[in-house]
C-alpha cells in the first residue's frame, strides 16, 4: 500500500532563514510525487512535482528513491510562503488519483 | 474558465438531515474527485469518477455517504443521515489526463459542512 508522510505538523521560522517541509513515502513501484500549497483563503493548488524538475516561488524538490523522500526546500523563507503544504503520491496507473499526506502548516516570521 | 465550483460554500444542519453538496468540474476535464479535509485526517479521498463512471469509492465512510455524477458538468456528495462527525471541508477537485502525465489537480473552494 502507498503511504505518504509529513512529520511536522507545523513548522515555524525567520524570513531569510532555510526552511525543508520534509515528506516520506511508501510505495513499492515508481511513483509520481507533487508538493500542493494552501494559502490562507485559497484553494489548494499544485506548487511543483517532481517530473518536471522545476523550481517555483524558489522552492525545489529531489526524488530520493534511496531514502524514499521528497523534501521541499527553499533557501530563503519570505513571510508570503506562510501556507499548509501537502506532500502526494500518485501511482503511474490510476492518473491523477492522490494520496496526501497530513500536510505541514509552514509559518515564516518577520 | 471559473475553475472548479463547489456549493454550497457553507453548510449548517442538524444531525439526521440529509446534505447535498454539489461540485461543477472544468469543461473538459475527465476526472473528478471527492476529498474531505479534517484536522485529525488531514485529507482523505472519498470517491473517484472517470468520465462520470466512479472507479474507487473506497474512500466512503459508510452507507450514510453516496456519491453521484449524472454528466461530464455535475457531480453531487450527499450525507444521509448527517453527523455530528461529518463535520468537515469537503473538496471537489477536477484533472485531465494530458499527453500522457498524470494530471494536475484543479481543487474547488471547498464545502465547510457543520453538522450540530
Known amino acids: 500500500a502507498q503511504r505518504v508522510t509529513q512529520p511536522e505538523k507545523l513548522l515555524s521560522v525567520f524570513k531569510g532563514a532555510p526552511v525543508e517541509l520534509k515528506c516520506n513515502y511508501s510505495y513499492s513501484g515508481s511513483p509520481e510525487l507533487f508538493w500542493y500549497v494552501q494559502y490562507s483563503r485559497q484553494r489548494l493548488q499544485l506548487l511543483l512535482r517532481?517530473?518536471s524538475r522545476e523550481s517555483i516561488k524558489g522552492f525545489t524538490a529531489d526524488l530520493n528513491k534511496g531514502e524514499t523522500s521528497f523534501h521541499l526546500k527553499k533557501p530563503f523563507a519570505q513571510e508570503e510562503d506562510s501556507a499548509m503544504y501537502y506532500c502526494?503520491?500518485?501511482?503511474?496507473?490510476?492518473?491523477?488519483?492522490?494520496?496526501f499526506g497530513r500536510g505541514t502548516q509552514l509559518t515564516v516570521w518577520p | 474558465d471559473a475553475g472548479v465550483i463547489q456549493s454550497p460554500r457553507h453548510e449548517v444542519t442538524e444531525m439526521g438531515q440529509e446534505v447535498t453538496l454539489r461540485c461543477k468540474p472544468i469543461s473538459g476535464h475527465d476526472y473528478l474527485f471527492w476529498y474531505r479535509q479534517t484536522m485529525m485526517r488531514g485529507l482523505e479521498l472519498l470517491i473517484y469518477?472517470?468520465?462520470?463512471?466512479?472507479?474507487?469509492d473506497s474512500g466512503m465512510p459508510e452507507d450514510r455517504f453516496s456519491a453521484k455524477m449524472p454528466n461530464a458538468s455535475f457531480s453531487t456528495l450527499k450525507i444521509q443521515p448527517s453527523e455530528p462527525r461529518d463535520s468537515a471541508v469537503y473538496f471537489c477537485a477536477s484533472s485531465a489526463r494530458t499527453g500522457g502525465i498524470t494530471g494536475e489537480l484543479f481543487f474547488g473552494e471547498g464545502s465547510r459542512l457543520t453538522v450540530l
Open positions: 517532481h517530473i
Open positions: 469518477f472517470n468520465n462520470n463512471v466512479p472507479i474507487d
Open positions: 502526494a503520491l500518485t501511482r503511474g496507473s490510476t492518473l491523477g488519483r492522490l494520496y
